[in-house]
């Protein structure tokens, strides 16, 4: 699975946008980017995945850049709640879909 | 659906002493995982399972055991604790199929050992 690069941490002002960046210059045609987050020691949580089109859903928005190297993902309108850490993943079809995580983004929502 | 449930949430082993981590399912998930946190790092994989009776091993594997009897459940064994293995634990499913099946995340249990 390719391997991804993120900021260490990020600020976000309540109400406004997050975008959270996500670097993966390695990935092949067939690897998924995943994006999870886990909240003050909770289990992680899935947010969203895409594998070149833009995806949305409640949560978020994911954006792959047409060469897949990178990708970004957006909350919309940031809340206190969303404060965490923040895991992209690129996973290809390996035998138990299995995950690797890297460092994430430590995401500080302010009010 | 509880979805995915861990026991115990906090555990204090002395070195040496042995404990088994229950993890249970109730999504009908085939395949499940065993994870590792330590303190400030990301999740590495200890070990997981494509269904009952299959299990192989992760990044992490040494020091644990698991097995794999049913589909609901998926306990982890420790046989011998070292304090290396102080750190939280968690256990998580996923379907077998569908287009990037997600992984569902138990509360996971926290374990030192002194």
């Known amino acids: 699975d390719a391997k991804t690069t993120q900021p260490p941490s990020m600020d976000c002002a309540e109400g406004r946008a997050a975008n959270l960046p996500c670097n993966h210059s390695?990935?092949?045609?067939?690897?998924?980017v995943y994006w999870y987050r886990q909240i003050h020691s909770q289990g992680p949580q899935y947010i969203i995945h895409?594998?070149?089109n833009n995806e949305t859903n409640e949560m978020a928005s994911l954006i792959i850049t047409e060469d897949r190297k990178s990708s970004t993902l957006i909350l919309p309108h940031a809340t206190l709640r969303d404060t965490a850490v923040y895991y992209c993943?690129?996973?290809?079809?390996?035998?138990?879909?299995?995950?690797?995580f890297g460092g994430g983004t430590r995401l500080m929502v302010k009010p | 659906n509880a979805g995915v449930t861990q026991t115990p949430k906090f555990r204090i082993l002395k070195i040496g002493q042995s404990m088994t981590l229950q993890c249970a399912q109730d999504?009908?998930?085939?395949?499940m995982y065993w994870y590792r946190q330590d303190p400030g790092m990301g999740l590495k994989l200890i070990y997981y399972?494509?269904?009952?009776?299959?299990?192989d091993k992760g990044e992490v594997p040494n020091g644990y055991n698991v097995s794999r009897s049913t589909t609901e459940d998926f306990p982890l064994r420790l046989e011998l604790a070292a304090p290396s293995q102080t750190s939280v634990y968690f256990c998580?499913?996923?379907?077998?199929?569908?287009?990037?099946?997600?992984?569902?995340f138990g509360p996971g249990t926290r374990l030192t050992v002194l």
């Open positions: 998580a499913s996923s379907a077998s199929s569908g287009r990037g099946p997600e992984q569902f």
């Open positions: 390695t990935i092949s045609g067939n690897e998924y």
């Open positions: 895409g594998l070149k």
């Open positions: 993943i690129v996973r290809g079809n390996n035998a138990g879909n299995m995950l690797t």
């Open positions: 999504m009908n998930h085939n395949y």
């Open positions: 399972s494509v269904g009952a009776g299959i299990t």
